[in-house]
């Protein structure tokens, strides 16, 4: 009979029942009252597994509405697998609008890439995050890294960027390069490569970072400043792209994807698809770029 | 009353359990335990009263279980207190109890004003990072982001406790006992400390190099003209480093004065008992 009565009823509104939803939000609102500090939520069970993308789905499905534009994105492509299958999900469970174009959609949730083109104040970027904790690497007790993020020690996250300086002779360690958010706490920005880093820094849009496994919502508001962590004598740079074009469009300037072909010759490609779809169309759409310091 | 004191230490006391009256009186020496007869609590330090006079070394001496530790520990803020105040020269003139601040300002002496020596060097670096990693953290949390700096700086300390440059770029775990000790001292005076505690720094180590580890203290000592605490149980190391010692038994001071009078003329039975089992 519990069985009868469980099938008698199609899911609510975007998959997660209200209450949940109002937790979520409430726990978003507060994220973005503290910028960088990480909100605890419930993250309720989700029908993928927790760690495959359930923050960014959590908080998408509780922002989502009938009259909102979606865009998934995964590593730059709204084509790969795990993108077509979330677009799909939350179409499914919202009767929301999907989209390719960046510039058209209000909803964007994206991994481990944050879009070329700017985004407005009409738009929210969602990213799904595996590790929200920055001090993780140097403290392995939750208990103590929060006491660390409260009495913003964070000598321990300098060390080891002074380490990779020492070991590699650059400050970059791969993605996620650590944040200071507004002043105060140090994040990670998921890990979105360094290309990314300054497109969050004053931005217009609102940046939600979900992480369902670890079960934390951080958030960079709006016209927040966002500066990556640098020495005085060793700087922050972004990847650099020299001499490099797009194999495609023929342009450069955006972060690009090496592709390796059967004989082992590469060639470049633009990593965001649609900004490569769009330059190939017509003019460059608005970008963000930094330059490197001397 | 002399008041140039640098670091005034006022009725310091450490219980593990129950707090309860009473508790002080019925522990100590003339009771040979420190455990309370009546709620089983240990009183780790026992009403401990001191001055520390800039540029002096102070030693503290006792066997394992007296509350040397302890004391240093409580000191280094590793521990909470029961009881007692705190006075420290470099903040507020002295004029507040360190164990009154908030955590923050806490950290901020530790930091800035105390360098730590611990017996295990486990306790006092990390070995995930390299030793000149370790010694750039203690500048870090003074906030020189100068890598530059921090370089030289952490080269120069190396230098003067004698640790080879070219392994700065290794990590501690590679190192011998010895090594890693003076690492260890390395960090604690990277700021240039006003006061530096040492507990048991030469523990553990073989006879030459504990020679070199007290040559070593002794030699930053006169070049920096630091205040060092420095605990141990090796009657050979307090009459080498000190000039003030005092004798702890059971987390209370039975006997404090110069450090040759105690070797010499010790007074109390139990500083007699230490001084005659000197090997």
Redesign the interface.
């Known amino acids: 009979m519990i069985e009868d009565l469980k099938f008698q009823h199609s899911f609510n509104y975007a998959y997660i029942d209200e209450f949940t939803k109002k937790e979520i939000r409430r726990k978003t609102l507060k994220a973005v009252c503290i910028p960088g500090y990480q909100v605890p939520y419930s993250s309720p069970e989700m029908p993928i597994s927790r760690g495959w993308g359930t923050g960014g789905l959590h908080l998408t499905l509780s922002l989502v509405g009938p009259d909102d534009v979606l865009k998934v994105i995964d590593q730059g492509s709204d084509a790969s697998v795990n993108a077509c299958n979330l677009r799909l999900f939350i179409k499914e469970m919202s009767n929301c609008a999907v989209t390719y174009d960046t510039a058209e959609a209000t909803l964007i949730q994206t991994r481990h890439r944050v879009p070329e083109e700017i985004l407005t104040e009409k738009q929210i970027l969602v990213l799904q995050v595996p590790q929200p904790e920055v001090l993780r690497g ?1 403290e392995r007790h939750e208990a103590k890294t929060r ?1 660390m993020h409260g ?3 964070y ?2 996250i ?2 080891t960027l ?2 990779a ?3 590699s002779g650059t400050l970059r360690n791969g993605a996620g390069h650590p944040i200071m958010v507004n002043g105060r706490y140090v994040a990670t920005p998921s890990p979105i490569p360094s290309w990314d880093v300054p497109n969050l820094n004053m931005a217009r849009c609102l940046y939600l970072f979900g992480a369902g496994r670890e079960k934390r919502i951080h958030c960079i508001p709006p016209f927040t400043c966002v500066e990556p962590l640098e ?4 700087r922050f740079k972004v990847e650099e792209f020299v001499g490099v074009r797009c194999a495609t469009s023929g342009h450069d300037k955006a972060f690009m994807d090496q592709v390796y072909a059967d004989d082992l010759s590469s060639s470049y490609v633009i990593n965001d698809s649609n900004f490569l779809d769009k330059l190939r169309k017509g003019p460059r759409p608005p970008q963000k770029l930094f330059t490197n310091p001397e | 009353m002399n008041n140039n004191w640098l670091l005034r230490v006022r009725n310091l006391t450490k219980i593990y359990g129950e707090a309860t009256p009473g508790v002080l009186e019925r522990t100590g020496p003339k009771f040979d335990t420190n455990i309370c007869s009546k709620t089983g609590a240990v009183v780790a330090v026992n009403n401990i009263s001191f001055d520390l006079y800039p540029g002096e070394v102070l030693g503290v001496v006792g066997e394992s279980g007296s509350g040397k530790s302890t004391l240093v520990q409580m000191l280094y803020f590793d521990q909470e207190v029961t009881a007692g105040e705190v006075n420290f020269k470099p903040v507020e003139e002295g004029n507040v109890n360190l164990f009154e601040l908030s ?2 300002k806490k ?1 901020y002496i530790r ?1 800035h004003l105390m360098g730590m020596v611990y017996q295990n060097p486990r306790d006092g670096l ?1 070995f ?3 030793s ?3 010694i ?2 203690k500048l ?2 003074a906030n020189v ?4 700096k ?1 370089r030289i700086r952490g080269a120069d300390l190396l230098t003067k406790t004698e640790v080879p440059i070219q392994r700065m ?1 290794e990590s501690p775990a590679r190192f011998s006992g010895g090594m890693q000790q003076r690492v260890q001292i390395a960090k604690a005076i990277a700021n240039k400390p006003p006061l530096l505690l040492l507990d048991e720094v030469t523990s553990g180590l073989d006879v030459s190099v504990q020679a070199k580890v007290l040559d070593l203290i002794r030699g930053l000592q006169q070049d920096l003209g630091v205040s060092m605490i420095v605990v141990s149980h090796d009657l050979g190391v307090i009459r080498m480093l000190t000039d003030r010692t005092m004798v702890l038994k059971h987390g209370q001071i039975v006997e404090q004065g110069l450090t040759d009078q105690i070797l010499q003329d010790p007074q109390h039975g139990y500083t007699q008992l230490l001084v005659s089992s000197l090997l």
Do not use: C, P, S
């Not at chain 1, 020495?231 to 060793?234: G, K, N, R, T």
């Open positions: 140097v006491i009495e913003a020690d000598a321990k300098w060390v002074y380490e300086y020492v070991r020495f005085e004598d060793i | 955590n923050q950290r930091n990390n995930r990072f390299t000149g990693g370790n750039a953290e870090l949390m982001f100068h890598v530059g921090i770029d």
